[in-house]
């Protein structure tokens, strides 16, 4: 049929279309890039990216999304463009979370300077992993301004994904047993920037000073210590500080 041949054009054509700016090339191309990561590696070209790359990670439940959320409405008032990576190891199928992540995000999902996708583990976390560099290089491509990469969880997996990520937001919030959980996962030798969100709960500074404290007693190479910020990011208290400090990470 005359459709089918149209849709069949080639990897490299389907390149073209999203360093150009087209989504659903974009969005069809990190499909390629989840079902055959090799063949869209050896396409891809090497290129200078001027996008920067933002790790968001931290326990489920922390604020993450909602972070992404207020991010992502700050930075367009700054009228830059944002993708968004959200990747679940932990799902096997897009589950729960993501859907919960989709209602945070709703209301950016109709901006064209706005590009939101979530990968779910297809088996092994490797294949994660690859295929989220991947979709970081597909949106770099594209151009975007920010590219925002969103873990659920905290675990070793979180961990390897980050590192694709040049600032990294450790989220945290008061009452949630994070730091135990902070310290068996390396979250603390990777965050450069750390958000106690829900201020506006009982606890929040209590859970500051103690991740201070972690801090101070993890010992760092490097000359960026970390900053742990307050902020409750449903209202959005706190965002033109976030920003400041990813901003300052990615000067130092
Ligand atoms: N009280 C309070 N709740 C918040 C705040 N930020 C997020 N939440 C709530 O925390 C829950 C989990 O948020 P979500 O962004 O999905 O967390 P994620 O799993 O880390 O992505 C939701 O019910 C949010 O409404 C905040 O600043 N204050
Ligand atoms: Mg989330």
New binding site residues.
């Given amino acids: 049929m005359g459709e089918e041949k149209a849709d069949k054009i080639t990897l490299l054509e389907l390149l073209a279309a999203v360093r150009a700016g087209d989504r659903k090339a974009l969005a069809q191309a990190i499909s390629v890039a989840e079902n055959q990561p090799t063949e869209l590696e050896s396409a891809l070209p090497q290129e200078m990216s001027k996008s920067h790359v933002v790790g968001i990670t931290?326990?489920?439940?922390?604020?993450?999304?909602?972070?992404?959320?207020a991010l992502i409405t700050y930075l367009r008032k700054q009228n830059k463009s944002i993708a968004v990576i959200a990747v679940d190891p932990s799902s096997p199928i897009s589950g729960g979370?993501l859907l919960?992540?989709r209602i945070?995000l709703n209301e950016h999902f109709l901006d064209s300077h706005v590009f939101i996708r979530s990968l779910a583990t297809r088996g092994h976390l490797g294949g994660l992993t690859a295929s989220t560099q991947l979709s970081i290089r597909l949106a770099a491509l594209a151009g975007f301004d920010v590219i925002i990469v969103?873990t659920?969880g905290v675990g070793q997996s979180e961990v390897e994904i980050m590192k694709h990520a040049e600032t990294v937001v450790v989220?945290m919030?008061p009452g949630m047993g994070d730091g135990i959980q902070a310290s068996k996962a390396g979250i603390l030798e990777i965050g450069h920037i750390y958000l106690v969100?829900?201020?506006?709960?009982d606890g929040a500074k209590e859970t500051a000073k103690e991740l201070e404290k972690s801090l101070h007693l993890s010992h760092r190479s490097g000359t960026w210590q970390p900053m742990i910020l307050l902020?409750?990011?449903?209202?959005s208290?706190g965002i033109a500080e976030l920003v400041e400090a990813i901003s300052l990470h990615q000067k130092s």
């Fill in positions: 931290g326990a489920p439940g922390v604020g993450k999304s909602t972070t992404v959320s979370a919960g992540d945070r969103e659920v989220v919030a969100n829900k201020s506006d709960r902020g409750a990011m449903e209202q208290t």
